[in-house]
């Protein structure tokens, strides 16, 4: 019914929908997201301090061609609200962010970095963007984390298509620590022939 409502009359669903269950929330942020842009814009407002992990899931990808200016609030809030151990709020986030992942890193991460050992949260949240402007920040913090956060911070850095994140790995497949040696080869030799190599090639022929 509320699917309906909010392609026959957006504004009363929105208001509507506020006292609704999570699953209403999400049925009128779809319905919405085909049909009236400027409906989804005014539900999206109304929905940015949600809590929901469904709802936000449902944001993310109704946020996905947004450009960054518009979108930033509503990942701000994704950020914030981000679980540990959810891998759909991990894909849409990734979603959410695709094609602003450097804006994303820059102006709503980076500020807030420290050098210090990560909270797993914040190496999850690096893991799932891949941003080229963090590959400096990945590669120190492979030396703080735990084993299996390694493994993601390693990993991160060979999803990043850039020959910074090319020369980091390098660096790493060089690190005392076997597990951090043997993984860091492992990517190189996996992904020798793919674009990360191309990138670079291309940067020294320029």
């Known amino acids: 019914a509320f699917y309906v409502l909010a ?20 049925s009128v ?6 049909s009236n842009k400027k409906g989804l814009h005014d539900l999206l407002d109304q929905l940015s301090t949600d809590t929901s992990k469904q709802v936000c899931r449902e944001i993310a990808i109704a946020i996905r061609d947004l450009p ?18 959810d891998r759909w709020y991990d894909a849409t986030f ?6 602003k992942e450097d804006s994303v890193y820059n102006e709503l991460i980076l500020p807030n970095l ?15 963007l891949h941003a080229k402007s963090s590959v400096s920040k990945l ?19 060979a999803f990043i298509q850039d020959s910074l994140a090319l020369k980091a790995m ?18 190189l030799n996996f992904r020798k022939n793919n674009d990360i190599v191309s990138t670079t090639d291309s940067t020294r022929s320029t």
């Open 7 to 26: 392609q026959l009359d957006a504004s009363r669903a929105i208001v509507l929908c506020k006292k609704e269950s999570e699953d209403i929330r999400v």
């Open 29 to 34: 942020i779809r319905a919405l997201k085909g």
């Open 68 to 85: 960054y200016h518009q979108s930033k609030k509503y990942i701000a809030q994704l950020l914030k609200e981000y679980p540990q151990n």
């Open 94 to 99: 990734a979603i959410a962010c695709d094609g």
């Open 114 to 128: 420290s050098d210090e050992k990560w909270e797993d949260k914040l190496v999850l949240q690096l893991f799932t």
């Open 139 to 157: 590669a120190h913090q492979v030396a703080l984390q735990s084993s299996e956060n390694k493994s993601k911070l390693i990993t991160a850095i």
């Open 170 to 187: 390098l660096s790493l497949a060089k690190n005392k620590d076997s597990l951090v040696a043997s993984q860091a080869f492992w990517w």
